[in-house]
């Protein structure tokens, strides 16, 4: 079974810091691997996608990466802003397409 | 729409009352996923449509669960028998259908969630 765990759980930055969001996955076969945001009470909006034969993906300041071998995917965020608080989580697709998330790292950027 | 919608957004019920969550996907998605997350808990898979049909119902943690999708767009999550534990928000997921041959999965793009309580 696929075990997805994201570290740190909480994580407080001062605004304009470049931070990176650790996850690892025990399970290599995977399709996919979703990088999402998730603003307190809301639903969770997409950040970005890497497929299997990639090895990263690039949105404005966002930076994912994505090593099967080792298990390991980062998210990098360059110059924070205090708009980038929420929680972050990684979803691993494999099996029938269905997502398995780790439990999210709060990110909290001080102005 | 433009994107995925879910209805309603809250609901309060009693203990043993059945309760139906809607979920509507982007127009012309044919995969639709249910999740569910608990406080502090990432989401986890509940069950997966392609199409009308239920490919994966895996994720159903019993019979009092139960969804359906019968023209093959619009979902209703439906919960029997409530219970204190079902306390939750409920996610839906759609994506465009997958591309087989191992060389590219779709999006999964969600909607706002419905937050469940039993009372």
């Known amino acids: 079974k696929q075990e997805v765990t994201q570290i740190p759980a909480a994580l407080s930055v001062p605004e304009g810091e470049n931070l990176v969001l650790n996850c690892s996955f025990t399970?290599?076969?995977?399709?996919?691997l979703q990088w999402f945001r998730q603003d307190p009470g809301k639903g969770l909006t997409s950040l970005l996608l890497?497929?299997?034969?990639?090895r990263e993906q690039t949105s404005g300041r966002l930076n994912a990466s994505l090593d099967k071998s080792s298990g390991r995917s980062t998210l990098y965020i360059a110059a924070s802003q205090p708009g980038d608080s929420a929680t972050y989580l990684c979803?691993?697709?494999?099996?029938?397409?269905?997502?398995?998330f780790g439990k999210g790292t709060k990110l909290s950027v001080i102005p | 729409g433009a994107g995925v919608s879910q209805t309603p957004s809250n609901k309060v019920t009693e203990k043993g009352k059945y309760v139906e969550l809607r979920c509507d996907p982007i127009?012309?998605?044919?995969?639709l996923y249910w999740y569910r997350q608990s406080l502090g808990q990432g989401p986890e898979f509940l069950i997966y449509?392609?199409?009308?049909?239920?490919?994966?119902d895996s994720g159903l943690p019993n019979d009092r669960f139960f969804a359906v999708r019968p023209e093959g767009s619009v979902s209703t999550l439906k919960i029997q028998r409530t219970e204190r534990g079902d306390s939750a928000v409920y996610l839906c997921?759609?994506?465009?259908?997958?591309?087989?041959?191992?060389?590219?999965?779709?999006?999964?793009?969600f909607g706002p969630g419905t937050r469940l309580t039993v009372l």
């Open positions: 997921a759609s994506s465009a259908r997958p591309i087989g041959g191992g060389a590219r999965y779709n999006e999964q793009f």
């Open positions: 399970d290599s076969a995977i399709y996919n």
């Open positions: 127009s012309g998605h044919t995969a």
């Open positions: 979803a691993l697709g494999a099996g029938s397409y269905q997502l398995t």
């Open positions: 890497i497929q299997s034969s990639q």
């Open positions: 449509f392609q199409g009308t049909g239920a490919a994966d």
